[in-house]
T-cell receptor
Framework: DAGVTQSPTHLIKTRGQQVTLRCSPK?????VSWYQQALGQGPQFIFQ???????QRGNFPDRFSGHQFPNYSSELNVNALLLGDSALYLC???????????FGPGTRLLVL | GENVEQHPSTLSVQEGDSAVIKCTYS??????FPWYKQELGKRPQLIID?????GEKKDQRIAVTLNKTAKHFSLHITETQPEDSAVYFC???????????FGPGTSLSVIP
């Protein structure tokens, strides 16, 4: 039974570029949440997807958008990258009727 | 807005001693409180969680206590071992589709 997977593991981009990160949830999970974790800080909630819709959103600008596919996998897109977007991006999956979330290994994004 | 505070930010203990980390939350409607352990360069791992209808939960050397009146909950690790060294995050939310709020983390060092 595969856990939560994410790709790529590392990514380097320059300011102004766009990036797409991918997440596959744990088997049996239908909900995906995305987090941004800056160095030395706790994960910050970006948004949550369920039934291919954004269900909740944290305090992130519209440059951050996402998508969920029929197989429950999800993408996080960030446009017009800023230096401050450099962080570890984590996705977590869960079942919609349960609070427990399981994290993927993350994608480390560096914006130069 | 919702907020989770966590103390202390760093904690050093001798191997075999106990460690206690405390979190307070602002939203009285919160009813799910997980604790995650994150080792350097790795994903956050759920170690224990508690729901608001329970005051205490134990799992071997780890326990969590919840005081809903005071809006705080604590992680207790007994007989600490060097492998307990990591950053620990608390979190609070209301339902499985709620915004998730994480604390800023506690860096625990267990000295052999």
């Amino acid at each position: 039974d595969a856990g939560v997977t994410q790709s790529p593991t590392h990514l380097i981009k320059t300011r102004g570029q766009q990036v797409t990160l991918r997440c596959s949830p744990k088997s049996g999970h239908d909900t995906v949440s995305w987090y941004q974790q800056a160095l030395g800080q706790g994960p910050q909630f970006i948004f949550q997807y369920y039934e291919e819709e954004e269900r909740q959103r944290g305090n992130f600008p519209d440059r951050f958008s996402g998508h969920q596919f029929p197989n429950y996998s999800s993408e996080l897109n960030v446009n017009a990258l800023l230096l401050g977007d450099s962080a570890l991006y984590l996705c977590a999956s869960s079942r919609t009727d349960q609070e427990t979330q399981y994290f993927g290994p993350g994608t480390r994004l560096l914006v130069l | 807005g919702e907020n989770v505070e966590q103390h202390p930010s760093t904690l050093s203990v001798q191997e075999g001693d106990s460690a206690v980390i405390k979190c307070t939350y602002s939203d009285s409607a919160s009813n799910y409180f997980p604790w995650y352990k994150q080792e350097l360069g790795k994903r956050p791992q759920l170690i224990i969680d508690i729901r608001s209808n329970v005051g205490e939960k134990k799992d071997q050397r780890i326990a969590v206590t919840l005081n809903k009146t005071a809006k705080h909950f604590s992680l207790h690790i007994t007989e600490t071992q060097p492998e307990d060294s990591a950053v620990y995050f608390c979190a609070a939310w209301k339902t499985s589709y709620d915004k998730v709020i994480f604390g800023p983390g506690t860096s625990l060092s267990v000295i052999p």
